[in-house]
């Protein structure tokens, strides 16, 4: 009998069936079927994208992609951007976090273990201290003894320094790579709660701003101002990415950005991109009047500025926006409070657009009709 050739044995070990290889290219062939029917773009960040949805590992992703493209029937390129921000490099921002915690204990364990050394060090001074204090106190010792139990102080006296020395050293030492870590930590952190394309907060941004400010205004039993919540759509936006392609859509949302940071000078107020052409902004201590004044200033601001394409420039004509208002009521919470400025926000699509309308303007509409 001849033995199989090892040529032979290592072919028919790669050509034997791989069942992950398989499933790999047969979630690639229904990814790039998605991509081609729903998606506007075809970039490796769309293709991240479907081929994550295919796999079915990312569910919040995958109810957020289902939710736009039922609204919108396509992904937009500015859709792409947000559902890989915030579900694809948000995981690799949550590694980095983690990694860099790693760091940061370990350099406190380390720490931890000099000063117990530290302690010891101390410690064994203090009894040789106290035992050599004995000798002193004896009136019998001899001259000869006293400087044996000097000599051995000072001596010890020096050990003790220098481990302080050292101590002190790796202290200073540490302190400086605890603060690059917490640096590198508070950027990260930042990084994951900032859109890439407009430089306002996210959607993980938005939404926890807008819980922290209705609980704090609730468990302070309603004194002081309420918060209340603006949400801006851009009209027509998907328009203007038909026409005039998915740049100049992104130059839609960065003027809008713009605008927004323009009129709005509240320091504790959050703006955000929360979806693809939608904004919020979360206004704590603010009544009613105010904030409609406010989104009455952000939609002038944006309907005054003429859209220039940057490539030729050929002016695209004006950007008008949509606004609803709500302002937290006694029984609200965060849902509540953006279900309400949601109704706000399709009560002035309904109303013709480029207006904005609050809550009580919405109640009069409908006792009109």
């Given at each position: 009998?001849?033995?199989?050739?090892?040529?032979?044995?290592?072919?028919?070990?790669?050509?034997?069936?791989?069942?992950?290889?398989?499933?790999?290219?047969?979630?690639?062939?229904?990814?790039?079927?998605?991509m081609?029917?729903?998606?506007?773009?075809?970039?490796?960040?769309?293709?991240?994208?479907?081929?994550?949805?295919?796999?079915?590992?990312?569910?919040?992703?995958?109810?957020?992609?289902?939710?736009?493209?039922?609204?919108?029937?396509?992904?937009?390129s500015?859709?792409?951007?947000?559902?890989?921000?915030?579900?694809?490099?948000?995981?690799?921002?949550?590694?980095?976090?983690?990694?860099?915690?790693?760091?940061?204990?370990?350099?406190?364990?380390?720490?931890?273990?000099?000063?117990e050394?530290?302690?010891?060090?101390?410690?064994?001074?203090?009894?040789?201290?106290?035992?050599?204090?004995?000798?002193?106190?004896?009136?019998?010792?001899?001259?000869?003894?006293?400087?044996?139990?000097?000599?051995?102080?000072?001596?010890?006296?020096?050990?003790v320094?220098?481990?302080?020395?050292?101590?002190?050293?790796?202290?200073?030492?540490?302190?400086?790579?605890?603060?690059?870590?917490?640096?590198?930590?508070?950027?990260?952190?930042?990084?994951?709660?900032?859109?890439?394309?407009?430089g306002?907060?996210?959607?993980?941004?938005?939404?926890?701003?807008?819980?922290?400010?209705v609980?704090?205004?609730?468990?302070?039993?309603?004194?002081?101002?309420?918060t209340?919540?603006?949400?801006?759509?851009?009209?027509?936006?998907?328009?203007?990415?038909?026409?005039?392609?998915?740049?100049?859509?992104?130059?839609?949302?960065?003027?809008?950005?713009?605008?927004?940071?323009?009129?709005?000078?509240?320091?504790?107020?959050?703006?955000?991109?929360?979806?693809?052409?939608?904004?919020?902004?979360?206004?704590?201590?603010?009544?009613?009047?105010?904030?409609?004044?406010?989104?009455?200033?952000?939609?002038i601001?944006?309907?005054?500025?003429?859209?220039?394409?940057?490539s030729?420039?050929?002016?695209?004509?004006?950007?008008?926006?949509?606004?609803?208002?709500?302002?937290?009521?006694?029984?609200?919470?965060?849902?509540?409070l953006?279900?309400?400025?949601?109704?706000?926000?399709?009560?002035?699509?309904?109303?013709?657009?480029?207006?904005?309308?609050?809550?009580?303007?919405?109640?009069?509409?409908?006792?009109?009709?």
């Amino acid at each position: 009998m001849w033995a199989a050739c090892p040529v032979r044995r290592s072919l028919r070990h790669r050509m034997s069936p791989d069942p992950d290889r398989d499933r790999s290219f047969v979630l690639a062939q229904r990814s790039f079927e998605l991509m081609r029917d729903y998606c506007a773009c075809a970039t490796p960040r769309a293709y991240a994208v479907w081929y994550l949805y295919v796999s079915g590992t990312q569910p919040l992703m995958n109810d957020a992609v289902k939710r736009l493209t039922t609204q919108n029937g396509t992904l937009t390129s500015a859709d792409i951007e947000g559902l890989h921000d915030t579900y694809i490099d948000g995981r690799r921002m949550a590694v980095e976090v983690d990694r860099m915690n790693s760091s940061l204990i370990a350099e406190v364990e380390g720490i931890m273990e000099m000063i117990e050394v530290s302690i010891r060090s101390t410690a064994q001074y203090g009894e040789s201290l106290q035992a050599l204090s004995h000798d002193i106190a004896n009136t019998a010792t001899s001259r000869t003894r006293l400087r044996e139990v000097v000599t051995t102080i000072i001596a010890n006296t020096r050990d003790v320094t220098a481990n302080n020395r050292t101590l002190e050293a790796r202290m200073r030492e540490s302190r400086s790579e605890i603060e690059a870590l917490r640096e590198t930590l508070e950027a990260a952190r930042l990084e994951s709660l900032t859109d890439a394309l407009t430089g306002l907060g996210n959607r993980k941004s938005f939404e926890e701003s807008l819980r922290k400010s209705v609980d704090r205004q609730s468990a302070s039993a309603q004194q002081g101002k309420p918060t209340s919540l603006i949400v801006i759509d851009i009209d027509s936006f998907k328009r203007f990415n038909d026409l005039y392609g998915h740049l100049t859509g992104d130059q839609v949302l960065r003027l809008v950005a713009i605008v927004m940071r323009e009129h709005i000078g509240q320091k504790n107020a959050t703006l955000a991109r929360f979806g693809g052409e939608e904004f919020g902004i979360v206004l704590p201590e603010t009544d009613r009047v105010e904030a409609r004044a406010i989104a009455e200033r952000v939609r002038i601001g944006v309907t005054g500025r003429e859209l220039v394409k940057r490539s030729t420039g050929e002016s695209l004509g004006k950007v008008t926006v949509s606004l609803g208002v709500a302002t937290q009521r006694e029984d609200d919470n965060a849902v509540s409070l953006l279900e309400r400025a949601d109704a706000c926000l399709f009560a002035a699509k309904r109303a013709g657009r480029n207006r904005t309308l609050d809550e009580t303007e919405v109640e009069n509409l409908r006792d009109v009709a």
